[in-house]
């Protein structure tokens, strides 16, 4: 079965960066789109970037637009997302998911596989 793995999380102060990555494994990961949603508490889980299935088309959530690149490498079937000058209200648990179609989509319902989740806590 399709088994996505975060990894790369952890605190940063505001203005920092990290790099998360997914592990992707039990399907042909070059022939589908991927992306990583996040979610906080109580809240409920929203659209953050995602990657066509070639790489060559990417799309952001404005919140974030500027300031995290997606980027996948299809020979290690890992994608990654770059986050620089992190803000406090980018605190949440970030999850990679896999979709069921080849290009980038914001939509959650195109995306049937996701990982555990891993924390990013960015303080001020």
């Known amino acids: 079965q399709v088994q996505l793995v975060e990894s790369g999380g952890g605190s940063v102060q505001a203005g920092g960066s990290l790099r998360l990555s997914c592990a992707a494994s039990?399907?042909?990961?070059?022939?589908?789109?991927m992306g990583w949603f996040r979610q906080a508490p109580g809240k409920e889980r929203e659209f953050v970037a995602a990657?066509?299935?070639?790489?060559?088309?990417?799309y952001y959530a404005d919140s974030v637009k500027g300031r995290f690149t997606i980027s996948r490498d299809n020979a290690k079937n890992t994608v990654y997302l770059q986050m620089n000058s992190l803000k406090p209200e980018d605190t949440e648990v970030y999850y990679c998911?896999?979709?069921?179609?080849?290009?980038?989509?914001?939509?959650?319902?195109?995306?049937?596989?996701w990982g555990q989740g891993t924390q990013v806590t960015v303080s001020s």
């Open positions: 990657i066509s299935y070639s790489g060559s088309n990417t």
């Open positions: 998911e896999g979709a069921n179609v080849g290009y980038g989509t914001s939509s959650s319902t195109q995306y049937p596989y």
């Open positions: 039990g399907r042909t990961f070059s022939r589908y789109a």
